[in-house]
């Protein structure tokens, strides 16, 4: 949909493994002072302190996470470092390192790596995290994309999910639900493409949208903005899956339950208006879409006037006890079950 048939292409073959690395590599500088040694040997060496070390990781497989007939190589790449970087900053800590592994089939050039490597590079340069590894190899089939990050984070500060206490207030930064939005008008225009070639979308009125979805970014400044606000969460998580799944998680590992408020949440004007559009009810893009790596938490009710007004956060709910399950409450006042609903990447054949 977005490839240029003219552009000139390097065969990755006339490389090797060894070539790609350094080619690929070359421009990448290191940021943090905890990285000795990064990419050229055996094994990256960092310097070890007295934080404790995060380390998380995704894997990324074209058809099933990403459809390159809408998404440039240079948003991949970024966007496959960040939701790295989420993660570390969904437990408080800081992010400083990643590696990156890919597996590419030959119908990508070297070109083409060119760019996913640029769109890594600007993650790296924007966050202040290190490339000190990974690996490269052939692919029969499309693109695969590993990558882990590695943060730090001092004992006291780190925030699990398992923390939750009756009477929390349930907080979301941002807004959610516009990344579901964004892959939807994708969609969408993906079909009309394929029925018109020819045709031109007009994708000016889902600008918002469209790069919550295609360049989202990690939540690297709700640490410090709590720690302003003098606020340690009691558990916390970032919002990949949606909203009611990330609850089940917190709920389920903190045994408790909980209330969210259908009328706290919090939506952009685009959303609510293509919301309309698509004939799709906002509660439940809200609760279920996913992918807007936003930072949800739990914070003691002591800290409501600390939270409160602040327009970086939402209070969206509160936690219950167990056995009072997962509620949303709706505008009408109804309480449902809370189901998690979000996306779900082990389908069945």
Partial sequence: MLEDKNQ???????????????????????????????IGDDAAVLATSDKQTLVTTDLLIEGVH???SYMPLKHLGYKAVIVNLSDVYAMNGAAEQITVSIAVSNRFPLEAIEELYAGIQLACDTYKVDLIGG????????????????GKAEKDNVVYRNGAKVTDLIVVSGDVGAAYLGLQVLEREKQVFKVDPNNQPDLDKYTYLIERQLKPEARKDVAGLLKELDVKPTAMIDVSDGISSELFHICTQSKVGCKVYE?????????IST?????????MV???GGEDYELLFTVPIADFDKIKGNPNFSIIGHITEENQGLQLVTRANQEIELKAQGWNGMKEE
Avoid: R, W
Avoid at 24 to 33: C, D, L
Avoid at 275 to 283: A, H, M, V
């Fill in 135 to 150: 690996d490269t190899t052939s692919s029969t089939k499309g693109m695969l994309l590993s990558v882990t990050a590695i």
């Fill in 275 to 283: 919301c309309e559009e698509f004939e799709l009810d906002s509660t």
């Fill in 8 to 38: 000139s292409k390097t065969s990755l073959a006339k490389l090797g493994e060894f070539g790609l690395i350094n080619h690929i590599t070359q421009y990448f500088k290191i940021n943090q002072a905890s990285s000795l040694k990064g």
């Fill in 286 to 288: 809200a609760l279920s």
């Fill in 66 to 68: 990403f459809d390159l």
């Fill in 263 to 271: 009328d706290k949440l919090p939506l952009d004007p685009q959303v």
